[in-house]
């Protein structure tokens, strides 16, 4: 079977955010690399997502050599609300945009295609490792492969790494409903009260064409009450909008407090599929397309050192930050935890902007960062910030 198996550098599984990061990075290093792109749906398909893209990956992609952005697809402002109502609404001095991720992807996609990637429509189903390479499905091999098939990877499930589950996994429910006048300049953020268990959260994000991407996420280890209870939650937090009837799909969302081995053998995991989406806000697209670059890096430079060269860039870049959320998520239910982060982002706009680089990047706050939120702690439970 391997045999007949069509050689190429790199196989990519998945044409999501981190696939096609991947793959435009992988020839961006070595333009003259075969890679495959095997993905189960065609280019155009949907996700379910907030649609929010943080600065951070229009950053990341700039040194890909890529701009998806339009100017229109910008929101100035972001509104953080937290569990004891404390509201912190600023114009970050990067702004983030919104983009329907069936136009997203498909941008990326062709980006990558356009770079020389060969994509095909492909269901991935089984991987078989030796020490010379990888065969994917019997039909193609290569040195490597970069598992990036999302947060049900078969890929990572194939290599025996366990799925998230518990407070490390968040589920959720999106849908569109018509943006309220008056709130199309602004990423609405809202935390709940917290239910034992980690992350809760509304949002509300203005898509280009009037209508607002809205949606609850909650950690699968505080879900009760199943979708029904997520609907209420989302309708208590989104009270000004038009939820009635508006069609809602589920998702869900592997968080970094628990990981799997980023690299096995020859496999590199990226994005979803290698569990790096934020515990405190739900970003991954960032993560996604930073790892994804990353391994596409490693992959075509030295495949038998590739693993190390990738865990090592991946470390450098997040352990600090995934390192501090594991202790740091342990304090969110709390809901003192959220309002004082968020009264202090109202109070200073040095806090709100390392607070959207923590939530939305990959930093991490310093000793000098602790300091401050500690003068706002307990100030007054719903103080806002004028702007
Ligand atoms: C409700 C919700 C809201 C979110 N909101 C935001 C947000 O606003 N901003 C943000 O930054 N992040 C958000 N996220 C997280 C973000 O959606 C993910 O982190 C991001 O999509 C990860 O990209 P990826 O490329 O790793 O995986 P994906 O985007 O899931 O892409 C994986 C690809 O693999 C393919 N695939 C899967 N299995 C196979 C297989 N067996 N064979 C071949 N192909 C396969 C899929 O078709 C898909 O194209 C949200 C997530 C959810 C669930």
Not at 1 to 29: E, R, T
Not at 315 to 330: D, T, V
Request: net charge positive.
């Amino acid at each position: 079977m391997a045999a007949a198996a069509v050689p190429v550098d790199l196989i990519i599984v998945g044409a999501g955010p981190a696939g096609s990061a991947a793959a435009l990075a992988a020839l961006q290093a070595r333009p003259s690399a075969r890679v495959v792109l095997l993905d189960r749906a065609p280019l155009g398909r949907d996700k379910v997502c907030g649609d929010g893209i943080a600065p951070h990956v229009s950053r990341e992609l700039l040194a890909l050599g890529i701009d998806v952005t339009r100017p229109d697809e910008v929101v100035p402002g972001a509104r953080l609300v937290s569990p004891g109502g404390v509201v912190a609404s600023r114009r970050p001095r990067a702004p983030g945009h919104v983009i329907p991720r069936r136009v997203l992807d498909a941008r990326l996609l062709q980006a990558a295609i356009d770079r020389g990637a060969q994509f095909e429509l492909e269901k991935v189903a089984s991987l078989e490792q030796s020490t010379t390479g990888v065969t994917v499905n019997g039909r193609w091999r290569a040195p490597l492969v970069v598992g990036a098939d999302g947060s049900n990877s078969v890929v990572r499930r194939l290599l025996g790494e366990p799925a998230n589950h518990g407070s490390a996994l968040a589920v959720s429910i999106r849908g569109y409903a018509p943006t309220p006048a008056g709130t199309g300049d602004e990423l609405l953020f809202r935390w709940d009260n917290q239910r034992a268990g980690g992350l809760c959260y509304a949002w509300a994000f203005p898509t280009t064409n009037g209508t607002s991407n809205v949606g609850y996420a909650m950690s699968s280890a505080a879900r009760r009450g199943g979708r029904r209870v997520m609907e209420g939650r989302m309708h208590a937090l989104l009270p000004g909008f038009d939820l009635g009837g508006i069609e809602l799909t589920g998702h869900t969302l592997p968080l970094t407090t628990r990981r799997p081995r980023p690299a096995v053998g020859r496999v590199l995991l990226a994005g979803d599929a290698a569990s790096l989406i934020n515990p405190f806000t739900g970003e991954g697209i960032y993560a996604a397309v930073a790892s994804g670059a990353m391994a596409g890096r490693a992959a075509v430079m030295d495949a038998a050192s590739a693993h190390l060269v990738y865990s090592a860039a991946l470390a450098q870049r997040f352990a600090r930050q995934h390192r501090q959320s594991r202790i740091l998520y342990r304090m969110i239910d709390h809901s003192i935890t959220l309002d004082t982060a968020v009264r202090a982002s109202a109070g200073s706009e040095r806090t709100f902007e390392r607070l959207i680089d923590v939530g939305l990047g990959d930093a991490h706050f310093s000793v000098a960062d602790f300091a401050r939120f500690g003068r706002y702690v307990g100030a007054g439970s719903r103080a806002s910030n004028p702007s």
